[in-house]
């Protein structure tokens, strides 16, 4: 398979990574996104308001882990972004996926109450949103139509606004639906595997970041003569 027909389904497993890492952060780490930062900013809204339950701490530092994790990101795309595809994408894909498997070592044995263990606690949130980062620059650069791979407004909207009932010719439903069920079907994996560790569902993700950057890495060398 060409890199340019493999690469979105590469966006779309990646989709459900981010159902798998928002999972780990909403649930197990205080209530921040360390993937959506949509979410995650008006989370660290709700926290300057004092409400409870949430930090402006965590959500300030998730904030700032994932913009850094973006200048990484950006500085390999600006980099290598002249080059070929596979390479800075699949250097990308393969970032993500060592920093997700760091942030499984850093979980592996912890408690049911990583607010209790605060070391660890800052240091999954810094792990998830450096690596959530860094993606999110690559498929920036990427820029494959409906695939952003960690936010589906625009996708939602796009199912709804060029469906038939709107007077459309519902362009892309199949992969617009896909990213939903997908990031659906990661949140929902990720939310029962944190049942037995939190280390878990973070070893999950960065298993599938890591094929991912393989396949992005093989599909681009299948094109060499």
Known sequence: MSADRLLPALLLALTA???FVDAVSY???????????????????????????????????????????????GRLVASMGSGPRHRWTSLGFGIEAMLLLAAAAV????GDDLLRDPARLYGLIA???????????????????????TVLTLTITGIAADSSLAGGSNPGWTRRALSVALMFAGA??????????????????????????????????????
């Open 107 to 110: 979980a592996a044995g912890a």
């Open 27 to 73: 649930l197990a780490l205080g209530h921040v996104f360390t993937a959506n930062m949509t979410g995650n900013v008006v989370f660290l809204g709700f926290a300057m308001a004092a409400v409870p339950g949430l930090s402006i701490g965590r959500s300030g530092a998730a904030l700032g882990a994932f913009a850094i994790g973006a200048t990484i990101g």
């Open 188 to 225: 929902a994996a990720g939310a029962l595997l944190l049942r037995y560790s939190v280390a878990l569902p973070l070893a999950m993700s960065g298993t599938i970041s890591g094929l991912c950057a393989l396949g992005a890495r093989a599909g681009g060398a299948s094109l060499r003569p």
């Open 127 to 149: 792990l998830t949103g450096l690596a959530m980062g860094v993606r999110n620059a690559v498929v920036r650069k990427v820029a494959e139509r409906d695939l952003t791979t």
């Open 17 to 19: 990574v981010t159902g």
